[in-house]
């Protein structure tokens, strides 16, 4: 079963995670499970998102997809109107990461230890019209509680940077 799964009138994406599990039980243990939540948005054209079988609502919290330090493999199985497609990163290293060939564009993405806002873009091609996706969710910490602990992490480097900055 895919991990999520995103139904679009131009195509259908798959997100899969091989370790998933253990990931989740590890930031379970740690964070504690009622904050795995992540708010997905997604641009028009998308006719259902589901993780686990289970429905996701557009702009509402719904249990967390995507951690720091995981690979996640993407597929996307294009209708045959779709003629060109890529990955949108504005990193030129994610974008090497996918191939498109036939009707299907495959590649991972892997976050690293960078978590937070994130968005997975697909730029493609039907006919002569150039067309943009984008599917925005967080990138949680398996060690810390991204919406809690971030925050008090960044009030505490901007005091520090403002209060360096003072003593100058």
């Excluded at 998102?49 to 967390?64: M, T």
């Excluded at 002569?128 to 925050?151: A, C, D, I, P, Q």
């Excluded at 505490?156 to 003593?167: A, P």
Aim: net charge negative; charged share 25%; proline share 2%.
């Amino acid at each position: 079963m895919d991990l999520l799964t995103i139904q679009h009138e131009d195509f259908t994406m798959f997100v899969d995670c091989t370790k998933f599990d253990d990931i989740w039980n590890k930031a379970k243990s740690n964070v504690g499970e009622k904050d795995l939540l992540s708010t997905y948005t997604w641009s028009e054209g998308v006719v259902s998102v589901e993780r686990d079988g289970e429905p996701i609502a557009k702009d509402e919290k719904a249990p967390a997809v995507f951690f720091d330090n995981a690979e996640y493999p993407v597929w996307v199985d294009f209708k045959k109107h779709v003629t060109k497609a890529q990955f949108g990163s504005m990193l030129q290293s994610d974008n090497e990461r996918f191939t498109f060939r036939g009707h299907t564009l495959a590649g991972f993405i892997n976050y690293g230890n960078d978590i937070g806002k994130s968005e997975l873009n697909i730029v493609y091609q039907t006919g002569t019209e150039r067309k943009r996706f984008t599917f925005g969710y967080e990138v949680l910490s398996t060690k810390l509680n991204y919406h809690e602990h971030w925050k008090k992490i960044i009030r505490t480097s901007n005091r520090s940077i403002v209060c360096s900055r003072l003593t100058i």
